[in-house]
């Protein structure tokens, strides 16, 4: 049986979220300078909070509306 779109979907978003994560990780290592540092560190929270709600998707929740303000 074919996956439906929605699958493909939510596995390219996690995957370009993994790609970020990793980047995060790498410009970290490098000890760039604190803007750098401190825009990365909300990249990573970004992309965790999408995570989640991609889960929470997946798991039969359908889309969760949240906004940055409501976090």
């Known amino acids: 049986m074919a996956r439906a779109p929605i699958d493909d979907l939510l596995h ?3 995957n370009l979220l993994g790609t970020i994560q ?3 990780a790498a410009a970290n290592a490098l000890d760039d ?14 992309a965790e909070r999408t995570r ?10 359908g889309p ?3 906004t940055p303000a409501a976090r």
């Open 52 to 61: 989640e709600e991609v889960q929470r998707f997946r798991n039969g929740g």
């Open 33 to 46: 300078k604190q803007a750098c540092l401190d825009a990365l560190r909300l990249i990573a929270e970004s």
């Open 22 to 24: 990793l980047q995060v």
């Open 64 to 66: 969760s509306l949240t």
């Open 12 to 14: 390219r978003i996690n």
